[in-house]
């Protein structure tokens, strides 16, 4: 069992699925952080206590914070495994190519998939000051732990972090079109009956994702979020 699991994952095919099966962990990751992150317009009453709710979650059975660290540990290791499997992939590719269909590859691909390996890793580098700054206050300059919304509030009160969100935030969206829509090819569902149906679902993905992410930095630089 295990043997046939390492030969499956030596392949290509078994790479793009550990690509698609990581990558769907950590876009249900992105969309509930999101969705987190919208709570701001409640106020911040309603942002502490949901902070608070992700902290205690589980309690009395389990101590505080444990189901918040043990769905970081599962997202830490996705993100692992997803570029572990995407810089083996590359190699074994361009190892298999000759040159000169390397090149006119190269030429035809489009924009999303040439930025798709340094956007992830300025998305991981992205991540550990995300954490640093937020989770961790050690980046953050008026960091108090008991108020996340104040933490928010102050953070985005500063165009600079605001325009480093903003590109972070763009190249996710970037990174999420090309994964959707390969994604679709690994599982064998790309047809030209539904190639344009699979590239909207991707566009829109991404387009919601900055969307979503975008509003609360720019609420609270235009301030609308106080």
Do not use: C
Not at 10 to 17: Q, T, V, Y
Not at 24 to 32: A, H, K, R, S, T
Not at 78 to 85: D, G
């Amino acid at each position: 069992m295990a043997a046939a699991a390492i030969a499956l994952y030596r392949s290509s095919i078994g790479k793009k699925a550990v690509m698609a099966i990581t990558g769907i962990i950590g876009y249900g990751f992105v969309i509930m952080h999101m969705v987190g992150n919208l709570k701001m317009f409640e106020g911040r009453d309603g942002f502490n206590h949901y902070a608070e709710f992700l902290r205690t979650v589980g309690e009395p059975a389990v101590p505080e914070r444990t189901l918040l660290w043990i769905i970081r540990i599962v997202l830490l290791v996705a993100v692992t495994a997803h570029v572990t499997a995407a810089i083996q992939l590359t190699r074994q590719g361009v190892a298999g190519r000759p040159t000169g269909y390397r090149v006119k590859r190269r030429v035809q691909a489009n924009f999303a998939s040439l930025t798709l390996r340094w956007g992830g890793l300025a998305l991981v580098l992205f991540l550990i000051y995300h954490l640093a700054h937020f989770t961790f206050g050690v980046a953050h300059h008026d960091f108090v732990r008991a108020d996340p919304y104040h933490n928010v509030v102050s953070a985005f009160s500063n165009p600079a972090i605001v325009g480093v969100y903003l590109i972070a935030v763009a190249a996710l969206a970037m990174h999420l079109f090309h994964g959707v829509w390969s994604m679709f090819q690994t599982l064998g569902l790309n047809r030209p009956s539904t190639d344009r149906l699979w590239r909207g679902l991707a566009v829109i993905s991404a387009l919601g994702l900055f969307a979503g992410f975008a509003t609360v930095p720019l609420s609270v630089l235009g301030g609308l979020i106080r």
